[in-house]
């Protein structure tokens, strides 16, 4: 059984920063992507950044230079730092890996507001 434990989210003001943490872990995991997604009221989970093992980043445009994707395999564990938060990046954020069958496993989730 996987598991994807996710941490860090909160509330900050505009212009503030997060740095969200997810930890997998599960008998005989072997991750290839690592990565997240979000899901803000009313609208349709988005891609945000992932990162394969070699640490090959992709980003989404509304995040680009304002969020880093980063992993520590030693772990299984992303991070994923983000700066230059604004109120369109309220959202719920959800950790997800692949592993090397491509199956796809996903966090709870967790809630970042930015608000004034």
């Known amino acids: 059984q996987v598991q994807l434990v996710e941490s860090g989210g909160g509330l900050v003001q505009p212009g503030g920063s997060l740095r969200l943490s997810c930890a997998a872990s599960g008998s005989g995991l072997s991750i290839t992507v690592m990565g997240w997604y979000r899901q803000a009221p009313g609208k349709q989970r988005e891609f945000v950044a992932h990162i394969t093992r070699r640490g090959v980043t992709n980003s989404a445009d509304a995040v680009k230079g304002r969020f880093t994707i980063s992993r520590d395999n030693g772990k299984n564990t992303v991070y994923l730092q983000m700066n230059s938060l604004k109120p369109e990046d309220t959202a719920v954020y959800y950790c997800?890996?692949?592993?090397?069958?491509?199956?796809?496993?996903w966090g709870q989730g967790t809630q970042v507001t930015v608000s004034a």
């Open positions: 997800y890996v692949q592993d090397v069958f491509n199956n796809a496993y």
